[in-house]
């Protein structure tokens, strides 16, 4: 068996935080011992392949996706270790319990009884569209407003 480099023990643990794409980059800087990117929206992950976690590592999952080509869809997700939102501005969003339906097989958003789950999610996920400079995160955007993105002025 041919031996193991460092890298592979560190990074074939179980993860125990979220990372995302733009982590890389400011990670493999790092460990090559390169100038950090100015303005770059990852973190290194060198604390976690070290086996510690920041206290102010997030402790949820933001992902964008701008559409194919033909269709120009856009959505939007934020995920925490027991729930994950889905925006979807143009059709039904999506919500589910990962803890107890991990396979994501019903979605909870159109319920009643999961409503308070459903308003943190999306507080939860404009707070980080606004922090990526989103423009859905405009409550003035055709795109967010007409779409139930954020609560009518009755409700807050």
Known sequence: MPPQHRWYAEWSSTPTAFAN???L??????QAAAEPL???????LAPLLAGSTPPDWPDDVFAEFHG??????????????DWKYV??????DELYDLRSDPGELHNLAAMVAYGH????????????MRA???SLASENAWQANSYDL????RER
């Open 68 to 81: 194919y080509e033909s269709t120009l869809y856009s959505a939007r997700m934020i995920r925490t270790a």
């Open 21 to 23: 794409l733009v982590d």
């Open 87 to 92: 925006y979807n501005p143009a059709t039904e």
């Open 38 to 44: 100015s303005g770059a929206d990852g973190r290194s």
């Open 117 to 128: 789950v459903l308003r943190r999610m999306k507080a939860r996920l404009v707070a980080r």
């Open 25 to 30: 980059a400011p990670t493999l800087l790092e």
């Open 150 to 153: 954020f609560p009518s002025a």
């Open 132 to 134: 990526t400079g989103d």
